[in-house]
């Protein structure tokens, strides 16, 4: 996966889940565990192919 791909999926998942803070505020804390859990396997995936 290149970097390129990798900030592409990461700039989709921030919108979203911006979009969802906005909405229901009350979820942030889950949500940014989920999305530091995707950057945390994105990094791992992106290291294992260089």
Do not use: H, Q
């Not at 990798?6 to 700039?11: L, N």
């Not at 804390?29 to 989920?34: E, P, T, V």
């Amino acid at each position: 996966m290149n970097s390129n791909t990798k900030k592409e999926i990461m700039g989709i998942i921030a919108i979203i889940v911006g979009v969802i803070f906005i909405v229901d505020p009350a979820i942030v804390a889950y949500l940014l565990g989920i999305l530091l859990i995707i950057y945390g396997i994105l990094e791992l995936i992106n290291r294992g192919t260089d």
